[in-house]
Nanobody, 121 residues
Framework: QVQLVESGGGLVQPGGSLRLSCAAS????????MGWYRQAPGKQRELVAG???????NYADSVKGRFTNSRDNAKNTVYLQMNSLQPEDTAGYYC???????????????WGQGTQVTVSS
């Protein structure tokens, strides 16, 4: 079994910062891309940031310059540092990993359970 467990969400005032973490565990053979998506009420889930196993990153235009995606391959963990948060960043944030599990040796997408980020004064 493979699990992705997020942490670090919460309530923050506009202009504040939060750091999300997502740790992958279980029978993992190899992890490729890891990233973060978010979904606000009534809206579709959207890509926030992604990072390859080599460290190449991509970001949604709305978060460029404010969010930083990083990973620790030794810990199978991805991080999202979010600065200058605004009310429109309020959403459930979901970790995603593209990986191959030892059990199946098949490439699959895995999702975390999500963590809520609320930006409000």
């Amino acid at each position: 079994q493979v699990q992705l467990v997020e942490s670090g969400g919460g309530l923050v005032q506009p202009g504040g910062s939060l750091r999300l973490s997502c740790a992958a565990s279980g029978n993992i053979y190899s992890i490729y891309t890891m990233g973060w998506y978010r979904q606000a009420p009534g809206k579709q889930r959207e890509l926030v940031a992604g990072i390859s196993s080599g460290g190449s990153t991509n970001y949604a235009d709305s978060v460029k310059g404010r969010f930083t995606n990083s990973r620790d391959n030794a810990k199978n963990t991805v991080y999202l540092q979010m600065n200058s948060l605004q009310p429109e960043d309020t959403a459930g944030y979901y970790c995603n990993a593209d990986l191959t599990s030892i059990a199946t040796m098949a490439f699959n997408h895995y999702w975390g359970q999500g963590t809520q980020v609320t930006v409000s004064s």
